[in-house]
């Protein structure tokens, strides 16, 4: 039988939903004679339980991450994000019932949630698998669905609980919104089934880029650490830095230093039935075991090899979004905002999303976040005529790099690379001078707008923080070993290491506390967990709100209470009959 190579088999299922799997053009499956199947074809095995899965999860690529509005409704409203407003758009500061960002959240995981539950339902009928190939697939299923149930939790606050598919008979499209933890402990049933059907990384039937029985678990303890957090009680302490982000000097900005400012937290609404001591305990553990390779092996990787192409779904890369290269389908279009889009002659097209001055001067010099993991040098296209190049930050220190200067005795000290290309450099406090990451130029091309960026969900960085928080909140202070978790993440980036004894020990619960959160908010810049830490701590409103209206470059930072959560989209209030009002403020 003759071989061919399929990017893309489209499966319309039960005659009305279209679900496609994707698989590589490395892949080379036998030709069947169709390119179009339906739930008829798929064969009642191992492989169609799969094939079920597959699609599922695909639609994270085609649908969900396809179109701009992910990760920029993870992303955008933040402290410590930032953009032109032209490109930050009216989500990003604020405005989010007058952008389709929050209804693409609502309505893009309750359609994923719908194939999961088809797929569920299809695979537990089948006969012909094998009982570890059908765990396997409505494992990774289950996982999916909690995810997008964790995504719509800490987004919308309580929501309807869908987990059979209208065509069941099991479930009707109208469905009252539940208590949040029971939305939780729905999401927590998911994961814990599915940490015990998913292969382990290092099983022999394991595939690489799927998920596995340490995503489960890694998940779990990210739930339980979100769930403990945001129930911890109103007037526990939190320092974070920041304030306002510039003054009027002579007419003209002149940007601050962040400043240690402490906040007090709010219980979030409707987690007060939730034991926080209990289920900062759960996450501590679950993180644990997931350290000590209970659910297979996993590690940090050198920081040179962290985004390398080479790595993906590597050691660290627990759970990322697999995407094509200059594919219309599978490829992602959000890098062109995130890390620009290279022209034949190397100029840069897009590079409209950055991190603040603020989160740049949260590192020490010479953490390799900021020496390598931050855009020193580019060439915007309209300046390919006049020979022009643009440097990051705007200090004396990289004006000198770029510029060059004479030194002490007079001396001419010419420009260093990469600056040195005949160039004329220049750096201005505006919203086309940001902090621009490089994490997302590891693509196969950069001149292609659609790029094959694998999105992270969760790497083991996070596990690390994760139990480092949860140790510090269940023992009632740091331990050495949160110590050590933390560390380990700042030792690979060349930050110093933090101590528990000498001049700025962090030795207490709330410096503990507080020096975790912003590790996370410099370890996971632009990967869609800074909002929902600060929410999670019941210090969103204070922190945006201590920036002072607007940040550096004019983006509206103020919030109110109804920012706490998203506004239900207009396609389910007044249609489903149990939901006639939307959440507060909306």
């Not at 190049?389 to 770029?402: H, L």
């Not at 139990?467 to 993440?489: D, H, I, K």
């Amino acid at each position: 039988m003759k071989k061919i190579c399929v990017k893309s088999i489209v499966a319309c299922l039960l005659g009305t939903l279209a679900t496609t799997f994707c698989v590589s053009c490395a892949d080379m499956l036998d030709e069947k004679g169709f390119s179009f199947v339906n739930d008829k074809n798929i064969e009642n095995n191992d492989e169609g339980a799969q094939q079920w899965a597959t699609g599922a999860f695909s639609v994270l690529t085609y649908e969900v991450f396809r179109w701009n509005a992910f990760p920029h409704v993870l992303d955008f409203d933040c402290d410590y994000m930032t953009g032109p407003d032209w490109a930050f758009g009216k989500f990003g500061s604020g405005n989010f019932q007058d952008d389709d960002h929050a209804q693409q959240m609502w309505e893009k995981m309750y359609n994923m949630i719908h194939r999961c539950n088809l797929g569920i339902e299809n695979v537990e009928a089948m006969t012909g698998t094998t009982p570890r190939g059908k765990d396997n697939a409505i494992g990774e299923m289950q996982v999916l669905r909690a995810y997008a149930y964790f995504l719509l939790v800490r987004a919308f606050g309580p929501i309807p609980i869908r987990d059979h598919t209208i065509n069941s008979g099991l479930s009707d499209i109208h469905q009252p919104r539940q208590p949040i933890d029971s939305v939780y402990h729905y999401i927590i049933a998911n994961l814990q089934q599915a940490e015990q059907r998913l292969y382990k990384n290092t099983d022999r039937e394991f595939s690489l880029g799927h998920v596995s029985a340490g995503t489960a678990a890694s998940l779990l303890a990210k739930v339980y650490l979100t769930m403990a957090s945001g129930a911890v009680p109103t007037g526990e302490k939190v320092i974070v830095r920041g304030g306002k982000a510039f003054e009027k000097v002579a007419g003209e900005k002149v940007y601050t230093n962040p400043v240690a400012i402490e906040h007090q937290k709010t219980q979030l609404a409707g987690y007060d039935k939730i034991d926080y001591m209990k289920y900062f305990a759960l996450a501590r553990d679950k993180a644990k075991e997931v350290m000590d390779g209970k659910y297979g092996s996993y590690d940090l990787l050198p920081y040179d090899a962290l985004w390398v192409i080479g790595n993906r779904n590597k050691v660290e890369h627990i759970w990322s979004l697999q995407t094509v290269s200059n594919d219309d389908i599978y490829g992602v279009s959000f890098g062109e905002g995130y890390a620009g889009v290279l022209g034949t002659a190397g100029e840069t097209y897009g590079l409209h999303h950055g991190m603040r001055n603020h989160w740049y001067k949260l590192f020490e010099p010479q953490d390799y976040r900021i020496t390598k993991g931050v855009m020193h040098r580019w060439q915007r296209y309209h300046a390919v005529d006049y020979h022009g190049g643009s440097y990051y930050p705007n200090t004396d220190e990289w004006k000198k790099k770029a510029q060059g200067y004479t030194n002490d005795e007079g001396k001419w000290v010419a420009p260093v690379a990469p600056f040195n290309d005949g160039l004329s450099y220049e750096s201005k406090n505006d919203n086309n001078y940001l902090a621009y990451l490089t994490k997302y130029t590891y693509v196969s091309d950069r001149t292609k707008k659609r790029a094959d960026i694998y999105f992270p969900f969760l790497r083991f960085a996070d596990v690390l923080l994760i139990y480092a928080e949860a140790a510090n909140e269940a023992n009632n202070g740091p331990t050495p070993e949160a110590l050590n978790a933390l560390n380990r993440v700042r030792v690979r980036s060349n930050a110093t290491p933090k101590s528990l004894t000498g001049v700025g020990n962090i030795n207490d619960k709330v410096l503990f506390r507080s020096a975790v959160l912003e590790e996370r908010a410099m370890e996971f810049a632009e990967e869609g967990d800074r909002r929902w830490d600060l929410i999670r701590w019941g210090i969103y409103l204070p922190v945006m709100n201590a920036i002072g209206g607007t940040d550096e470059v004019d983006i509206v930072k103020s919030r109110m209470e109804k920012h706490l959560l998203f506004p239900i989209p207009g396609s389910e209030v007044g249609v489903n009959k149990f939901i006639t009002t939307n959440n507060p403020g909306w």
